[in-house]
Every structure is written in structure tokens, then in C-alpha cells.
């Protein structure tokens, strides 16, 4: 499969851990997203990656949630001190810039998410 | 930040035409309409996307309007495999950010 691929798919942590989650987007895609999700909610945009830089990160949700993309191809979101709150569906997206034409490879594809629960 | 309006829910009998309507009536002449569905516990899922001109794919077709205020996303024969939370994006061309930006979507139910 060449799709974005997520992992774990599922993690079940204490309240107060640290989880982290990798995306692994398609190949030579140069942008990377990573959304939220909570339960009845459209996804929820967090940040997103040009290659290895991060070009928004103001929609994070607090400072305990940080991600890298260290080599521009994968990506890590780490969340420190999770809370109950965190639990949720994490989405991380990828698609392809080419120059200064928007055309339809920039077309956004999704992988299938990470669940945290948090108890 | 989302501006598109849908309704939350809609049914259409199995092997009819499924049309979800989406109003986006502060559209910019530079967005482009794009469609995302995604079945429970999955991530979204491309459908299709379109400027101005009608679009269509092998999984649905877009008609917008003239004026670009709304558009209608055609499943031609939908199937109980087709149930899931559609959803209609406007989305900035160019290589600025032009992050998606989701509603809460139309909830299809497609029914035996």
C-alpha cells in the first residue's frame, strides 16, 4: 500500500504520559498535515510541514503538542502530560507542491488516523 | 474557519442518485471546491474537486454553479458502502498554506 501510513493506529495511555505518533506520507510527497478529530467533529487542522519545515504550528493546541519532520519524509506529533481532553482521532495528510501552479496534485490524501485515548 | 454550509444529514435508497448539496456563497474567485468523505473510524477520503467547470470522476460527479454560491456532489448509484459524513471544503489555490479546512459535514445514509 502507498497510501499515508499512521502508527499505532490505537494507544491507550494514563493520564500525565507521553505518546507520540508517527506518519509516514506518501512517497515524494513534500507536504505533510497532522488534524485532530474528537468524536461528532469534522477533522481539526494543527500544523503542517513544507519538506523538513514547519510552516504553521499556531493552530497547536497548547505547547504540550509539538511535531517534527526532522528528514522531510516522515513525521512525529508528541503530546507531553496527555489529559483526558487529548482523546481524540489524530490524522496526519500529505500532498505534493509543484512549483507555483496549483494543480491537482496538490490534492490533500489522508491516512487513517491514530486513536488516543486517554483515561 | 470553514465557509460552506450543509445540511447534517440526508438519506437516498440503494442504486438511486445520491445529490448533497453545499452552499459557499463567500467563495473567492481563487478557491476551489473540493469533496472529502469519510466512513466511520476511517480517515477522510478524497472524492473530487472543481474551479468552475462541472467535474466528474469514477466515483461522483460536481456540478457548481454559474455563479460558484453552491454545488451539488452526485453519487450516481449509491450503495450501503457509500454511507458516510460528506464533506465540502473551499480551498485557496497556489502554494500558500491552503490547508483544508472541514465542517461538520451531511451524514448520508444510504438505505437497503
Known amino acids: 500500500d502507498t497510501g499515508v501510513s499512521q502508527n499505532p493506529r490505537h494507544k491507550i495511555t494514563k493520564r500525565g504520559q507521553n505518546v507520540t505518533f508517527r506518519c509516514d506520507p506518501i512517497?515524494?510527497?513534500?507536504?505533510l498535515y497532522w488534524y485532530r478529530q474528537t468524536l461528532g467533529q469534522g477533522p481539526e487542522f494543527l500544523t503542517y510541514f513544507q519538506n523538513e519545515a514547519q510552516l504553521e504550528k499556531s493552530r497547536l493546541l497548547s505547547d504540550r503538542f509539538s511535531a517534527e519532520r526532522p528528514k522531510g519524509s516522515f513525521s512525529t506529533l508528541e503530546i507531553q502530560r496527555t489529559e483526558q481532553g487529548d482523546s481524540a482521532m489524530y490524522l496526519c495528510?500529505?500532498?505534493?507542491?509543484?512549483?507555483?501552479?496549483?494543480?491537482?496534485?496538490?490534492?490533500?490524501?489522508f491516512g487513517e488516523g491514530s486513536w488516543l485515548t486517554v483515561v | 474557519d470553514a465557509k460552506t454550509t450543509q445540511p447534517p444529514s440526508m438519506d437516498c435508497a440503494e442504486g438511486r442518485a445520491a445529490n448533497l448539496p453545499c452552499n459557499h456563497s463567500?467563495?473567492?474567485?481563487?478557491?476551489?471546491v473540493y469533496w472529502y468523505r469519510q466512513i466511520h473510524s476511517q480517515g477522510p477520503q478524497y472524492i473530487i474537486h472543481g474551479l468552475k467547470n462541472n467535474e466528474t470522476n469514477e466515483m461522483a460527479s460536481l456540478i457548481i454553479t454559474e455563479d460558484r454560491k453552491s454545488s451539488t456532489l452526485i453519487l450516481p448509484h449509491a450503495t450501503l458502502r457509500d454511507t458516510a459524513v460528506y464533506y465540502c471544503i473551499v480551498r485557496v489555490a497556489g502554494t500558500g498554506a491552503n490547508n483544508l479546512f472541514f465542517g461538520t459535514g451531511t451524514r448520508l445514509t444510504v438505505i437497503p
Open positions: 495528510a500529505s500532498s505534493l507542491i509543484r512549483g507555483q501552479t496549483y494543480s491537482s496534485g496538490n490534492t490533500i490524501y
Open positions: 463567500t467563495i473567492s474567485g481563487n478557491e476551489y
Open positions: 512517497s515524494e510527497h513534500n507536504r
